[in-house]
């Protein structure tokens, strides 16, 4: 039986496991090597609070991811498929490390949450408020 998540440890080791197959990936991989490079020291701290902060609802984060994703789309057009591909990696990463009811939740966050950028960056590109 694996365990759940149950603070920053589970969440690091999440977040470098996920990262670490992003950067591979033939979907989503090219996205991020353009957009953060080879030096991934500035990204992976706040993915850990962010995660931290949504799932856990602990303080610190204070990111925009709304706004940080219509910027990327500005630079590399998302796609459904970098979505999809991005939930699934999400996803299979989450259900290698981990099983309970915070795995399930975090998986059921990022869901929401691809759903809700995707809309926002779809309504950005039409002009629309991203309030």
Same mark, same amino acid.
């Given at each position: 039986?694996?365990n759940? @998540?149950?603070?920053? /440890?589970? &969440?690091?080791? #999440? ?8 950067r ?6 090219? @996205?991020?090597?353009?957009i953060?490079?080879?030096d991934? =020291? ?8 962010f ?6 609802? /602990?303080?610190?984060? !204070?990111?925009?991811?709304? +706004? ?5 789309? +500005? +630079?590399?057009?998302?796609? +459904? %498929? ?13 259900d =290698? ?7 399930? %939740? &975090?998986?059921?966050?990022a869901? #929401?949450?691809?759903?809700?950028? =995707?809309?926002?960056?779809?309504w950005?590109?039409?002009d /629309? !408020? @991203?309030?």
């Amino acid at each position: 039986m694996k365990n759940d @998540i149950a603070g920053r /440890k589970e &969440i690091e080791l #999440l977040v470098d496991t996920f990262y670490d197959k992003v950067r591979q990936d033939d979907t989503i991989g090219y @996205i991020f090597k353009n957009i953060i490079g080879d030096d991934w =020291s500035h990204h992976l701290p706040v993915m850990y609070q962010f995660w931290e902060t949504v799932l856990l609802n /602990k303080p610190g984060y !204070s990111g925009n991811p709304i +706004k940080k994703h219509i910027e990327v789309d +500005k +630079k590399e057009a998302l796609q +459904k %498929e970098h979505y999809e591909r991005w939930l699934q990696l999400w996803r299979d990463t989450t259900d =290698s490390l981990f099983e309970g009811p915070n795995a399930d %939740e &975090i998986k059921n966050k990022a869901f #929401l949450m691809m759903n809700l950028i =995707s809309m926002k960056v779809e309504w950005a590109r039409l002009d /629309k !408020s @991203i309030e």
